[in-house]
């Protein structure tokens, strides 16, 4: 098995933040997108329920 070395030697400085970076990103997208795909969601959900009940339509 091949071990996993966290030494990044003389860069590491430059290394371990650019993988934090990155993390970020990541994550930030993701919640990013289960907000939107939560909001698009509760739209669609009012729409067909306004379709269904014209009268409650503003």
């Keep these: 098995m091949i071990a996993l070395s966290l030494s990044a030697g003389k860069y ?13 990103g990541f994550a930030w997208m993701i919640v ?14 009012q729409l067909e329920a306004d379709q269904q009940n014209p009268r409650r339509a503003k």
């Design 12 to 24: 590491a400085a430059f290394v371990w933040p650019a993988y934090a970076v990155t993390l970020l």
């Design 32 to 45: 990013d997108t289960l907000a939107r795909a939560r909001r698009w969601r509760r739209k669609f959900d």
